[in-house]
């Protein structure tokens, strides 16, 4: 695979998973669900079941495709520095696993509210407060994987900042966006600052992928520094 088809899928996984977070997030999850209201969110979700579903669906894209991102970044960034790409890619899979197995509590609401009769022994009240209970499970642990992502994505941004075939200021952007989420390290600091991380990581992610789709990496230098790692 050449060097700019390499940057090009990466850049093509990059907007996937944006696009998925944003949809199954922004658009589905934060308009069923109410965080202080259990019953609401239960009324919405079996309101709006089909909805629902298609944002866990969503979510799982949203994640294979972060998955697919932190390997390509792995290797087009590794002939920089074959051990800090390295630790990028395991710190970036962890928390993409720890995100993944976060989803089954998104989708264990359609479960506890799905009328079996193995749970008849609860009463509604406590069965929607469940439900919530779940959701909210979902949210934290997405928070702890926000903690790994960040520590590969400052890790990312120094071999952007290091590699000599991408801009510097994507690396700078990436750092600043990967401590950012080192925030969560400490959950209410998280919460309270999400919205304006946020901001930052899009910001970052829209113009590293922009770059790659349309200018791609300097393949004369990617190609050099590549046959000196190998060697």
Same mark, same amino acid.
């Given at each position: 695979?050449?060097?700019?088809?390499?940057?090009?899928?990466?850049?093509?996984?990059?907007?996937?998973?944006?696009?998925?977070?944003?949809?199954?997030?922004?658009?589905?999850?934060?308009?069923?669900?109410?965080?202080?209201?259990?019953?609401?969110?239960?009324?919405?979700?079996?309101?709006?079941?089909?909805?629902? &579903?298609?944002?866990?669906?969503?979510?799982?894209?949203?994640?294979?495709?972060?998955?697919?991102?932190?390997?390509?970044?792995?290797?087009?960034?590794?002939?920089?520095?074959?051990?800090?790409?390295?630790?990028?890619?395991?710190?970036? *899979?962890?928390?993409?696993?720890?995100?993944? &197995?976060?989803?089954?509590?998104?989708?264990?609401?359609?479960?506890? *509210?799905?009328?079996?009769?193995?749970?008849?022994?609860?009463?509604?009240?406590?069965?929607?407060? &469940?439900?919530?209970?779940?959701?909210?499970?979902?949210?934290?642990?997405?928070?702890?994987?926000?903690?790994?992502?960040?520590?590969?994505?400052?890790?990312?941004?120094?071999?952007?900042?290091?590699?000599?075939?991408?801009?510097?200021? *994507?690396?700078?952007?990436?750092?600043?966006?990967?401590?950012?989420?080192?925030?969560?390290?400490?959950?209410?600091?998280?919460?309270?600052?999400?919205?304006?991380?946020?901001?930052?990581?899009?910001?970052?992610?829209?113009?590293?992928?922009?770059?790659?789709?349309?200018?791609?990496?300097?393949?004369?230098?990617?190609?050099?520094?590549?046959?000196?790692?190998?060697?």
């Amino acid at each position: 695979m050449s060097p700019r088809t390499l940057a090009r899928l990466t850049a093509a996984f990059s907007l996937f998973t944006l696009i998925g977070g944003v949809v199954a997030q922004g658009f589905i999850a934060n308009a069923l669900v109410s965080p202080r209201d259990a019953a609401l969110t239960a009324t919405n979700i079996l309101g709006q079941r089909q909805l629902y &579903l298609l944002g866990f669906t969503i979510f799982l894209v949203e994640m294979a495709s972060n998955i697919a991102t932190v390997t390509l970044f792995y290797v087009l960034l590794r002939p920089v520095n074959r051990t800090a790409a390295l630790v990028s890619l395991v710190f970036g *899979l962890v928390g993409c696993t720890i995100k993944t &197995l976060a989803r089954a509590f998104y989708y264990a609401p359609l479960l506890i *509210l799905g009328g079996a009769d193995y749970l008849n022994v609860y009463s509604l009240g406590q069965l929607q407060a &469940l439900a919530l209970l779940a959701i909210k499970i979902n949210n934290v642990m997405a928070g702890i994987a926000l903690v790994f992502l960040g520590v590969c994505t400052i890790f990312q941004g120094y071999l952007i900042i290091k590699s000599t075939f991408l801009p510097r200021l *994507l690396g700078v952007i990436a750092v600043v966006s990967g401590f950012g989420w080192l925030s969560y390290l400490y959950p209410p600091l998280g919460r309270a600052l999400f919205y304006y991380l946020v901001v930052v990581a899009m910001l970052g992610l829209v113009l590293t992928a922009g770059w790659l789709l349309v200018r791609g990496v300097d393949e004369q230098r990617w190609r050099e520094l590549s046959s000196k790692t190998a060697a």
